[in-house]
């Protein structure tokens, strides 16, 4: 009799636990049907494009390399970039992402983007590249 009674008292417990990991269950399973939902309407907009629209002088040329050297890690950034901007931590109207901005941002997380550079020099009241002066003098000279 007391089996019975034990047998019992287990099956309840057993009968109780699954009740709660369904519901546990159905209840991650509706969470991450709201999630998906409002992910698919956040991400209507691309993150690069929100980034687009904040970037000031020379930021997209910024981008642009780094998205040629480094892929995998700048679409991270963007996205994280993006992310801030969403939230209205970065707006365009208090701050605006120029190129030098965002190229520190990327050499402070250790990413070194290679920019073209090109110093130019006045000669005769033009500019012209220092290469191209140095390459005048030098022919002159000879």
Sequence with gaps: MSEDSELERLKAKRLAEMQKNISTKEKIESAAETT???T??????K????LIKVLGFRGLEVLENAESQFPNETKMIVEKLSELI??????ETNESLDGGKLLALF???GLNVRMATK?????????????DKLS???????
Excluded: H, M, Y
């Design 107 to 109: 050499r402070s997380v």
């Design 47 to 50: 993150p690069r494009d929100s």
């Design 36 to 38: 998906t939902k409002t």
């Design 86 to 91: 969403k939230t209205g931590e970065i707006n």
């Design 136 to 142: 005048n003098q030098a022919s002159g000279d000879e």
């Design 40 to 45: 698919t309407e956040t991400i209507s907009e």
């Design 119 to 131: 110093i130019n020099v006045e000669q005769d009241g033009k500019f012209v590249s220092l290469s």
